[in-house]
């Protein structure tokens, strides 16, 4: 734990694997306060205010995000006699399990959730079916990866959040 509440997140990715890991994250609330702590800790306080929750149900999320490991307290400090905790996020990001044949895949059931309840504005959504070779599959998807990484090495704290999801897959061939 540092003294300072603004520290920069930690790199890497956690690699979740664990039940308690996986039921963590398998809910939109914690899903959003994983989002907000992106930009740095907070106290549940400010991640009430910021979600428009209670301070109990943000507590309760906090602590259940707390014993799965993903948050951890980086810093305290003494407000009118009550230690303030921030909160921060113990790896820049998450890395879940592909989901059985089946079974929701979470982090789309987020993401369309975060696209349900964005403001209005500019956005780009498209869903787009095409039969392409083995080749040209593995060449996109080369590509694809290293623009997101492009996108995300020229991200300014400064500037407005964007969200970018995409889903690259191949579905089961209905010929």
């Known amino acids: 734990m540092t003294d300072d509440p603004f520290a920069t997140p930690p790199e890497g990715i956690a690699h979740l694997t664990t039940d308690e890991q996986l039921r963590a994250v398998n809910n939109l609330v914690r899903h959003r306060i994983l989002g907000v702590l992106r930009d740095g800790p907070a ?101 694809f990866t290293a623009l997101c990484e492009e996108l995300r090495a020229a991200g300014d704290p400064d500037q407005a959040a964007a969200s970018l999801v995409i889903a690259f897959f191949r579905p089961e061939d209905t010929k």
Request: charged share 30%; net charge positive.
């Open 43 to 143: 106290t549940i306080t400010q991640l009430a205010e910021k979600l428009g929750l209670a301070k109990g149900s943000s507590s309760y999320h906090v602590r259940l995000l707390e014993k799965a490991g993903l948050v951890e307290v980086v810093s305290t400090r003494k407000v009118r006699g009550v230690t303030e905790r921030y909160y921060a996020r113990t790896s820049r990001g998450l890395s879940l399990p592909d989901p059985a044949p089946g079974e929701p895949d979470i982090v789309m059931r987020h993401a369309i959730a975060d696209l349900e309840a964005a403001p209005p504005g500019p956005r780009t959504v498209r869903l787009q079916h095409v039969r392409i070779s083995d080749e040209v599959y593995e060449e996109f998807a080369r590509r």
